[in-house]
């Protein structure tokens, strides 16, 4: 699937737009030689980013980059220190059970004991360990 951008003075405006929509816009247009207010665009995914980053307003932008085609830039910063403390306040409020270990590195909450992986089990507090889920 082939994408093409609008540009106005030479910056990218609008959204991206399929071939198909461009080959109709613009009879006759010849893609090989485009004109100085259509660039070729390429999507570039939206990134996975770490559990103590956020995405920024606007969260992708349009860029033209050296080889003159244009992409998706992705726009995330690390979590400061308070809004870092803050998401880690949240896991500590929602822990599931007294004897589970906070992983505050990977934000997740971890059992004393490793679920077994043979059947559904159900963690017990009381005996600290996994039980049989009985149907």
């Given at each position: 699937m082939n994408l093409y951008i609008l540009l106005q003075d030479g910056q990218p405006i609008n959204h991206p737009m399929l071939e198909t929509n461009v080959l109709m816009v613009f009879p006759g247009i010849d893609l090989n030689t485009l004109p100085e207010?259509?660039?070729?665009?390429?999507r570039v995914q939206k990134p996975s980013i770490g559990v103590y980053q956020v995405f920024e307003e606007p969260e992708v932008t349009y860029e033209i980059k050296e080889d003159g085609v244009c992409y998706d830039v992705w726009h995330y910063r690390d979590m400061t220190a308070e809004e870092k403390q803050a998401k880690i306040d949240i896991l500590v409020q929602n822990k599931p059970y007294p004897s589970w270990v906070i992983d505050t590195e990977n934000y997740t909450y971890n059992p004393p004991v490793t679920m077994p992986t043979d059947g559904n089990y159900y963690w017990d507090e009381a005996s600290l360990s996994w039980l049989v889920f009985q149907e």
């Open positions: 207010n259509i660039c070729k665009f390429n």
